[in-house]
């Protein structure tokens, strides 16, 4: 099986944090699992390019490189200023990728290549939340969302500040190889699997001489092995020792997220799971994940995903992924 190619475009002077985002995710090659990727980095002028911390790196490949990328990642664009006006060869070598169907990711302020591109015009996009107004205001005709991690269109992303850039990566591998492909390198990378796009950029932050929350994360860890047994607000506030509505403001809080939404992504992440590594029917996979009936995962899994169990099983199932490697 052909690797699917991602060229990151950098710029000078480029953050290494940001580029790191991208290239963990798709170009370390990990024994336990397949290469799914090739990974190259490229600019507009090929050679020493400084960083934001010091050092020069050389970057070899010029922007004919896109021309053969299957993925396109902004990893940061240098300190973004009002007003700069980005090179017309690197608008029309991003504009000539995505016509040509490559799919264009920025992480943090590469959201303003995208932007000054065309790309994000009447689209809904984010980047660090010090520069959302920024880009709102540079960019009127781009929808912009100043406390998610990450926005997918499936064609164009972008992602918050270089951690949200992570969550979008891997959230890109899931979306190429599934679940279970993209927990495994989260997991290599000592990793939460998953963190939805909704999710707030940042915790917000506890009023004056108010005691900061305990993490949630006990709670979090014990729910996710109870997936398969009636998981109500007041079960959780009693496991947590805290009153229904103290728990529920401490998901929005923490998560930026519901106790019932949160619960919803756990069960249909782990019906993706069964669904790829297991032949159980998708009645008894409903069981397990607790969503009661086959029914009921058929409408969820549609929701969340516009896909049906049975369409994500044969794209991303072993019986699939054994036709894919013949």
Not at 80 to 91: F, N, R
Not at 211 to 217: G, K, Q, R, T, V
Not at 258 to 271: E, V
């Amino acid at each position: 099986m052909d690797r699917h190619r991602v060229v990151a475009l950098l710029n000078s002077p480029q953050s290494p944090f940001e580029l790191a985002c991208a290239s963990e995710v798709f170009a370390t090659e990990r024994p336990e699992l397949p290469s799914r990727y090739a990974f190259q980095v490229c600019t507009e002028h090929p050679g020493p390019l400084p960083t934001t911390v010091g050092y020069t790196m050389l970057v070899e490949a010029g922007l004919d490189a896109l021309e053969a990328a299957d993925t396109v990642v902004v990893p940061g664009w240098g300190w973004q200023q009002p007003g700069v006006e980005i090179s017309p060869a690197i608008l029309d070598a991003l504009r000539a990728a995505h016509r040509r169907g490559a799919r264009i990711v920025a992480i943090c302020t590469g959201a303003f290549v995208l932007a000054q591109a065309g790309l994000l015009d009447g689209r809904r996009a984010t980047t660090h939340w010090r520069r959302t107004a920024q880009l709102a205001a540079d960019f009127p005709a781009v929808d912009v969302a100043s406390d998610v991690l990450y926005v997918d269109h499936g064609d164009v992303a972008t992602s918050a500040g270089s951690g949200a850039g992570i969550d979008l990566c891997l959230h890109l591998v899931r979306s190429d190889h599934g679940s279970a492909h993209a927990a495994e390198i989260a997991r290599s990378m000592v990793l939460p699997p998953h963190r939805e796009g909704s999710q707030l950029q940042y915790a917000v932050r506890p009023a004056p001489g108010r005691i900061p929350d305990e993490s949630l994360a006990p709670l979090l860890e014990w729910a996710t092995t109870q997936l398969h047994t009636p998981l109500t607000l007041d079960r959780l506030a009693a496991h947590a020792k805290l009153s229904s509505r103290t728990l529920a403001r401490r998901f929005t809080d923490q998560l930026g997220t519901s106790p019932g939404q949160w619960l919803l992504r756990q069960r249909l992440d782990a019906a993706r799971v069964l669904l790829e590594q297991t032949d159980l029917p998708v009645e008894a996979i409903a069981t397990r994940v607790g969503l009661a009936s086959a029914v009921n995962l058929r409408r969820r899994f549609r929701s969340a995903l516009g896909t049906t169990p049975g369409a994500y099983r044969r794209t991303f199932g072993e019986s699939g992924e054994r036709a894919r490697r013949k």
